[in-house]
């Protein structure tokens, strides 16, 4: 069990940008729950897109797998043969943990753990791909390369997962839709010093797109199908199909 996320509950004067260092990693469950609204029913909804998605002798990518959570559930959920999870993140805090708790899981599909920048892992024979709130921590100019790349690494029919905070180009929609997340928050136990102090620290660090900007970067990744399958407040996840 993580450990309650108290990180920003104390005022600092600097606030550092956001890392996914030991200190998060320990904290991370904690805190993604109380942070994403839904991110506990999206997690095993994962489970079921990897199963009716995965081909028998393919990869599942997990780009940005933190400790794992999305790995471990589609693992679970898999039952065609010969498929392999490939689990990669850059923070050596979170492979650190996520290598353990998937050496405690007794799931039958094999998983490699790797620390290495998503922007440079080989995709290939892939029949599913997840980018669970990972894109938005890249830099924008390297956003469209990524998804080209794991569009060619991509069976056809595989498909693509992601899954972002977004933002709204009406302002009116873009106030209430934030209000909303941090009533939330609110409710979540989180204080309107925690709240603030956490999204002074993801500000530079992360560069939020609209649904329209992840759609129309898809299409030009060359997606033939992009639906949108869930949204609650400014979160939301897309499936693409090639």
Same mark, same amino acid.
């Given at each position: 069990?993580?450990?309650r996320?108290?990180?920003?509950?104390?005022?600092?004067?600097?606030?550092?940008?956001?890392?996914?260092?030991?200190? +998060?990693?320990?904290?991370?469950?904690?805190?993604?729950?109380? %942070?994403?609204?839904?991110?506990?029913?999206?997690?095993?909804?994962l489970?079921?897109?990897?199963?009716? &998605?995965? @081909?028998?002798?393919?990869?599942?990518?997990?780009?940005?797998?933190?400790l794992?959570?999305?790995?471990?559930?589609?693992?679970?959920?898999?039952?065609?043969?010969?498929? @392999?999870?490939?689990?990669?993140?850059?923070?050596?805090?979170?492979?650190?943990?996520?290598?353990?708790l998937?050496?405690?899981?007794? %799931?039958?599909?094999?998983?490699?753990?790797?620390?290495?920048?998503v922007?440079?892992?080989?995709?290939?024979?892939?029949?599913?791909v +997840?980018?669970n709130?990972?894109?938005?921590?890249?830099?924008?100019?390297?956003?469209?390369? !990524?998804?080209?790349?794991?569009?060619?690494?991509?069976?056809?029919?595989?498909?693509?997962v992601?899954? #972002?905070?977004?933002?709204? #180009?009406?302002?009116?929609?873009?106030? *209430? @839709?934030?209000? *909303?997340?941090?009533?939330?928050?609110?409710?979540?136990?989180?204080?309107?010093?925690?709240?603030?102090?956490?999204?002074?620290?993801?500000?530079?660090?992360?560069?939020?797109?609209?649904?329209?900007?992840?759609? #129309?970067? !898809?299409?030009?990744?060359?997606f033939?199908?992009?639906?949108?399958?869930y @949204?609650?407040?400014? &979160?939301?996840? *897309?499936?693409?199909?090639?």
């Open positions: 069990m993580s450990e996320d108290k990180i920003y509950s104390s005022p600092v004067q600097d606030i550092a940008d956001f890392r996914f260092d030991e200190r +998060v990693a320990r904290v991370f469950p904690d805190m993604i729950n109380r %942070s994403i609204p839904g991110y506990s029913l999206i997690i095993p909804l489970g079921l897109l990897a199963r009716r &998605f995965a @081909q028998p002798d393919t990869h599942i990518y997990d780009l940005g797998c933190s794992g959570a999305a790995t471990l559930a589609m693992r679970r959920a898999v039952s065609q043969p010969g498929v @392999q999870i490939v689990a990669v993140d850059t923070s050596p805090a979170m492979i650190k943990r996520c290598s353990e998937v050496a405690e899981d007794n %799931s039958r599909v094999p998983v490699s753990v790797s620390m290495g920048d922007r440079d892992t080989d995709i290939d024979n892939a029949s599913l +997840v980018l709130f990972t894109l938005q921590f890249l830099a924008p100019d390297d956003r469209q390369a !990524l998804l080209k790349r794991i569009y060619q690494g991509l069976n056809e029919d595989g498909a693509l992601i899954s #972002e905070k977004i933002r709204f #180009e009406d302002d009116v929609e873009e106030r *209430l @839709q934030t209000e *909303l997340h941090h009533d939330f928050k609110r409710s979540q136990g989180y204080s309107d010093l925690e709240i603030a102090q956490k999204r002074n620290a993801l500000e530079k660090v992360m560069q939020l797109d609209t649904l329209a900007g992840h759609h #129309e970067r !898809l299409k030009q990744a060359g033939r199908y992009i639906y949108p399958w @949204q609650c407040f400014n &979160f939301a996840s *897309l499936l693409a199909i090639k």
